[in-house]
């Protein structure tokens, strides 16, 4: 069989068929997939039956895996895959994976392990079709802006709902802090194409203070969650989603009444991001290399 690709929505995400990724792939395989990638973002795949190696051996398709986590614990045996557990805590913010290091990963891998009987959907947004929606004035705007990212904050609960087991979870998240400065828009390095690179951990714009930069990094991101320009994905067993971390942003719903839900999560690593003119993210604080390697 031939790899079928069907779009799921006009800016973002397809269904990928016709290949079976439990076996190692071939050459012309991992070329189609990954230029059905280059075009929609986020691929689904449906009735796969992978264990954590087989997850992590369909990742290395596409380059270095990273270590599951700079800071949280990964599976028991497996230290390159992240157990997404709604027992660990709930990712029901805008983000893209891992931004506050100085090279995130390239790319996702999420699979489904147990799913609740409703809700637990990943919003995944093309934040390609945002910089696109920017109006002209905005996008040069854009085009010259910095920001830091880091983990050094809550991204999740506000301080007065912090029970002892979630602050355990936030000072093991930032137990290493990390801040890192990329570009508000970063040019993907295989397509040329550029994205609004911000998200959950961008708390500052470079030489703006916070209040400003709250105000600015809202309006950029409320291009980027526009529905049109979101993939919303309602899990079933047995399947696999890969994104592309680098042009991308996603989010855990949490509408599931507290159900059990648990996604296992592999990455691939990333090269260091670079803007528009060209220069590359610089790191301010953290050093995360027992995490990843930097893609050539």
Do not use: C
């Amino acid at each position: 069989m031939s790899i079928e690709i069907s779009k799921v929505t006009a800016n973002i995400g397809a269904r990928v068929s016709g290949v079976d990724i439990s076996k190692p792939l071939d050459e012309e395989q991992v070329t189609a997939i990954r230029e059905a990638l280059n075009v929609h973002k986020a691929l689904a795949f449906d009735d796969v039956h992978l264990d954590d190696e087989g997850q992590q051996a369909f990742a290395r398709h596409f380059g270095d895996l990273t270590t599951a986590h700079p800071t949280v614990a990964a599976v028991d045996g497996a230290p390159n895959v992240l157990p997404v557990d709604s027992e660990r805590g709930r990712a029901n913010h805008w983000h893209t994976d891992v931004t506050f290091v100085l090279n995130p990963p390239q790319a996702s891998t999420l699979r489904s392990i147990t799913i609740p009987p409703y809700g637990g959907e990943t919003l995944i947004a093309s934040s390609a079709a945002a910089y696109r929606d920017l109006p002209a004035p905005l996008r040069a705007l854009a085009d010259t802006l910095w920001a830091e990212h880091t983990n050094d904050y809550d991204y999740a609960v506000p301080d007065e709902q912090i029970d002892e087991e979630q602050a355990a979870q936030r000072a093991q998240f930032t137990s290493i802090k990390f801040r890192t400065a990329h570009p508000v828009v970063r040019v993907h390095p295989l397509t040329g194409e550029p994205g609004l690179f911000i998200g959950g951990f961008a708390q500052r714009i470079v030489g703006l203070s916070v209040g400003e930069s709250r105000k600015l990094l809202d309006l950029f991101q409320s291009y980027v969650t526009r529905p049109e320009n979101i993939l919303r994905w309602r899990w079933s067993p047995n399947q696999l989603v890969l994104f592309d971390n680098r042009i991308t942003q996603h989010y855990a719903v949490d509408n599931y009444d507290g159900r059990p839900r648990r996604l296992h999560r592999v990455t691939v690593a990333g090269d260091v991001p670079v803007g528009i003119e060209g220069k590359e993210s610089y790191s301010i604080e953290g050093d995360a290399s027992h995490y990843t390697s930097v893609a050539g």
